[in-house]
């Protein structure tokens, strides 16, 4: 696994960059979150970074019950609760009446967030969302999540640059860590990202390809 600050900084340093580049009526694009324009996205990750903060400073006890992998086991698509979220959501982000004011919030929480996984000892236990892990691969899980919708600010917005090529590679690393082998598909790591987190579906091809393992897709989502 990588150096955990060091890819939460390239990932959020990546994602704000694009959030700093858009204007109003980009704000208003699609994403490639179902139901989400760009803003409700943006929204989303603030409240991420925003955990990430709490988390950090929420020592707990041992033992540990996830890690920079298995973390991402109870995130499913297509449930009550995802369903709820999106909602939720898209709710508190119209509260912003102009992009300009969430951009702020977004950028001084990301930077707040990446301050704090710097100074945090990587080996401490932390606690968020009813589950015990270290500094370190909360750290990385918070990089994973950053780094997947970066592909969803980005789907609608052909000019913006692309996630850091080393948190799209931690992406990977998790991926496979879920499937239990590397996928035995040629597939960038973006492609990987976007089709084992249900953002592009499997071709007859692909499926014959990963066998078995086809049917654990998305891996999460």
Do not use: I
Not at 52 to 75: I, N
Not at 129 to 155: K, N, S
Not at 176 to 194: F, T
Request: net charge negative; hydrophobic share 45%; glycine share 8%.
């Amino acid at each position: 696994m990588v150096e955990p600050v060091g890819v939460l900084r390239s990932a959020y340093g990546a994602f704000a960059r694009v959030v700093t580049s858009l204007d109003e009526e980009e704000s208003w694009l699609p994403s490639g979150c179902v139901g989400w324009t760009v803003r409700d996205l943006v929204f989303h990750c603030v409240a991420d970074a925003q955990r990430g903060l709490v988390a950090l400073h929420t020592p707990a006890k041992g033992p540990v019950d996830r890690d920079a992998t298995t973390y991402w086991a109870d995130w499913r698509p297509d449930t009550v609760g995802a369903a709820n979220g999106r909602r939720y959501n898209r709710v508190c982000a119209s509260m912003f009446l102009v992009f300009d004011q969430l951009r702020g919030l977004y950028l001084e929480t990301n930077a707040a967030a990446v301050t704090a996984a710097g100074r945090a000892d990587p080996a401490s236990l932390v606690a968020t969302q009813g589950h015990v892990l270290t500094a370190g691969d909360l750290v990385t899980t918070l990089a994973v999540e950053a780094t997947v919708h970066h592909l969803d600010l980005v789907a609608h917005l052909p000019s913006a640059a692309p996630p850091a090529e080393d948190a799209l590679a931690c992406v990977r690393t998790v991926l496979d860590g879920l499937s239990g082998r590397p996928v035995p598909v040629e597939w960038s790591d973006e492609h990987y990202a976007r089709a084992a987190t249900g953002r592009a579906a499997l071709t007859a091809a692909e499926r014959e390809r990963l066998g078995a393992d086809a049917d654990r897709f998305p891996l999460f989502g």
